[in-house]
């Protein structure tokens, strides 16, 4: 969610934090993000090439050649040979080898239990005179966090040099070809593990020494993934994996990249997006992305709140879910993310409640249209889902908040369609949307006129 002011970094007490913050927006509703975003496959990004050959161009080597070369390399990455990987490379294009060696060794750091490179089409992506380049599939598994392989696309050329044979010289960069991004193929990596928590960070090391600043920061995004993970569980239960990984870049840029190619990240601080989702078929893994300079601006209560309600949409399917009513995503993760915060419900609740001394109690619950918007009513939509989730755990109870939830979410159709809605609350709370919205309008003049 869009930040409205800069951060007020100096936190001793709750009353603290607030104390000279009038009109700014602090922890949660400082940046947040909605969380629906998905990779696609990586084909659709690529610049239009042509797989003719061109005058001088190589002939192409067979599959088996190309299939072999790259057996050699996943088997290098998984055993961690170097010299093995380094081996498949060219090594007169100093630069492109440069940049394998880094790959390498970011790589050597990955827990990783799968890894394969292979091609997806046997036909060229481009023929030409620098080599023969293939579009691949990039298939990967993180130990102990991804239930099954992750599928990428990226450009390999390739390039036959007396006495080596057959040799990767190249990406297709050349040929305005882009690999699906990924943490490690661009500078160091630096890889922190919690005890439910991976984080892998772009690490900005100056003469190959991390800075102290920057490995405690990297640790206490651990260390908050993983308090997460339990305060996540005792509300919505232990449906989910109850792990996390989150990709840190040192760029805002490489951020939205990670993100799913999602612009304007500069004022959200972390979100949730499916990565490895061959196809749109659902079966990608849930990371969260840091960006760097919002989540830098947030205090610690802030950053704790923020990254509890992202691990809200990892353990509620909120990356993945287009159908349940964006009041009750959005709620639930702000209503676990506030939940023993410590944070006074007219702080929180500030911008909605300047929205009513002007305007009055809105009349129907956020929607799509509000959480697509910005500023001051964007953030009014997150607070008005807050505290509608929050009214059904303080009438309810948590369990029914949940249920909700899980029962929206297994509607068969589009939550585009009122009457889901209403059925789920009926069916969960008794009580129809009309007088939902009139119990909910109740509670927040109560809390907020």
Not at 343 to 365: F, K, M, Q
């Amino acid at each position: 969610m869009p930040a409205k002011g800069n951060v007020d970094s100096r936190v001793t007490t709750a009353s603290a934090m607030f104390a000279g913050l009038a009109g700014l927006a602090i922890v949660a509703n400082l940046a947040v993000a909605v969380g629906y975003l998905a990779f696609h496959d990586g084909a659709g990004r690529a610049a239009a090439a042509s797989s003719r050959p061109v005058a001088g161009a190589l002939p192409a080597p067979s599959v088996a050649t190309v299939n072999a070369l790259l057996q050699r390399r996943s088997r290098a990455v998984l055993a961690r040979d170097r010299a093995a990987f380094l081996a498949t490379v060219d090594p007169s294009g100093q630069a492109f080898h440069a940049g394998q060696q880094v790959l390498f060794d970011n790589l050597a750091k990955v827990p990783l239990s799968a890894w394969r490179e292979s091609l997806a089409d046997t036909r060229p992506a481009v023929a030409a005179d620098d080599g023969w380049t293939a579009r691949l599939r990039l298939t990967y598994r993180l130990r102990g966090f991804d239930r099954r392989d992750l599928v990428y696309t990226e450009y390999l050329t390739f390039d036959r040099r007396p006495g080596t044979g057959w040799t990767v010289s190249g990406d297709g960069a050349a040929h305005g070809l882009r690999d699906d991004p990924q943490i490690w193929n661009s500078g160091g990596l630096t890889v922190v593990h919690g005890r439910r928590s991976l984080v892998l960070a772009e690490d900005g090391a100056v003469d190959g020494e991390l800075p102290a600043a920057r490995t405690a920061e990297l640790r206490d995004i651990a260390a908050r993934l993983d308090e997460g993970v339990g305060a996540v569980s005792g509300v919505v239960g232990d449906r989910w994996a109850r792990h996390a990984v989150a990709l840190v870049p040192a760029t805002e840029q490489k951020a939205e990249e990670l993100a799913g190619d999602v612009r304007n990240l500069g004022d959200i601080a972390a979100l949730a997006a499916v990565t490895g989702d061959e196809g749109g078929q659902g079966t990608g893994e849930d990371r969260l992305v840091i960006t760097p300079t919002a989540f830098g601006r947030l205090t610690a209560l802030g950053r704790r709140v923020v990254l509890t309600h992202e691990l809200v949409h990892v353990a509620m399917g909120g990356a993945r879910d287009g159908k349940t009513p964006m009041w009750l995503i959005e709620g639930l993760a702000d209503y676990v993310g506030y939940k023993k915060a410590g944070v006074p419900t007219r702080a929180a609740g500030r911008e909605l409640a300047d929205l009513i001394a002007t305007g009055g109690v809105p009349a129907t619950l956020p929607g799509a249209t509000e959480f697509a918007g910005s500023g001051d009513r964007l953030s009014a939509a997150y607070e008005e889902a807050w505290l509608a989730c929050r009214m059904v755990a303080e009438r309810y109870g948590e369990d029914r908040l949940v249920r909700l939830y899980r029962t929206a979410e297994a509607e068969p159709e589009d939550s585009g369609d009122p009457r889901l809605q209403d059925r789920a609350l009926r069916s969960v709370l008794g009580v129809g949307t009309d007088r939902f919205v009139a119990l909910w309008r109740a509670y927040v003049r109560r809390e907020l006129a």
